[in-house]
């Protein structure tokens, strides 16, 4: 049972906004809509940014949504926190519903850790239940699928396989590992890295059960390395450690290790000029006590 189900919804809600590192990232194929089939592991974490949803609803009137602060060079309308707000707001065709929402951002924009995906799923489940919508599961996915194609697995909140252009998620148990994430200072755009002429798109595919016996590698990576060499300086670094990769389409990197004190014995010799943190790989993200009752088999 999940609290959505259990109990009457107090008016203010904080929650992690969780990171998500792709433990691996292959590019398959290129689909004729120009979308890009790949096949990817999506490991949660313990650390992220923090939002806090106060419920402003107008009951005879429209409902604002206001968020603090802005982000700098995001307009609030281009703001996924907003943009989810919105579109929860419009499903339920519910004009007076409001809330106040805080941001703490402690994730880097264009890091590839998911911050503005994971930040939108968070408000479409904390909203979704503060305002009593009882907007279904299956509905919320679609939803953040409309917004972004990571939006999902956060909805989800469970690590998980990914396959397609990242919507077909498969719930997984992953072992609990400790992650070293580096930031390089430099902002990385998707959609160049997925446009670009020399990125590898004919990866072959692998199963769950090779995953798991070998690994596999970022499809991305070498591209990203050859273009931005803050990447590459970060992943030499790390490599000295043990086998550091790229997230997504980058900037971030990260190492796994056994254990915290690995981990901060690492991070206290990183390089002044790389940001990061540590943390530690979940299988279920606490958004997961909010969800609509409704089985996510064959999400």
């Known amino acids: 049972m999940t609290l959505a189900s259990s109990m009457t919804p107090p008016t203010s809600l904080t929650l992690l906004s969780p990171a998500k590192l792709n433990l691996f990232l292959l590019i398959t194929g290129q689909r004729p809509d120009g979308y890009h089939n790949l096949q990817t592991v999506f ?9 806090t949803f106060t419920v402003a609803n107008e009951v005879n009137g429209t409902g604002n949504i206001t968020l603090s602060p802005g982000i700098k060079g995001v307009a609030l309308k281009d703001n996924l926190i907003y943009k989810a707000a919105q579109s929860l707001k419009k499903h339920t065709g519910q004009a007076y519903l ?3 929402i805080a941001l703490t951002k402690k994730l880097p924009m264009g890091g590839g850790i998911g911050g503005g995906s994971s930040n939108a799923a968070t408000t479409l489940v904390a909203l ?3 305002w009593q919508t009882h907007v279904p599961l299956d509905t919320l996915l679609e939803l953040g699928r409309q917004l972004g194609a990571d939006i ?6 469970k690590s998980a396989w990914a396959e397609g252009v990242g919507e077909q998620l498969t719930p997984i148990s992953l072992p609990e590992k400790w992650y070293v994430v580096l930031t390089p200072e430099c902002h990385i755009s998707t959609r160049e890295i997925f446009s670009h002429k020399r ?10 059960r090779t ?9 991305c990576q070498p591209l990203v390395e050859s273009l931005f060499m803050q990447v590459k300086d970060t992943i030499d670094w790390l490599n000295q450690y043990g086998p550091a990769k790229m997230t997504g389409t980058g900037a971030s990197v990260f190492l796994a290790v056994d254990s915290l004190e690995k981990a901060e014995s690492i991070f206290s010799n990183k390089p002044s000029n790389l940001n990061g943190f540590i943390a530690k790989g979940i299988n279920t993200s606490a958004l997961n006590l909010y969800l609509p009752e409704q089985s996510i088999t064959g999400v």
Do not use: K
């Open 43 to 51: 490991q949660l974490l313990d650390y992220g940014d923090e939002l």
């Open 128 to 130: 979704n239940y503060l």
């Open 199 to 208: 990125l590898t798109r004919d990866s072959l595919p692998i199963n769950m």
């Open 152 to 157: 999902p697995v956060f909805i989800q909140a």
């Open 211 to 219: 995953f798991f016996e070998r690994g596999a590698n970022n499809s």
């Open 98 to 100: 409001g809330a106040n």
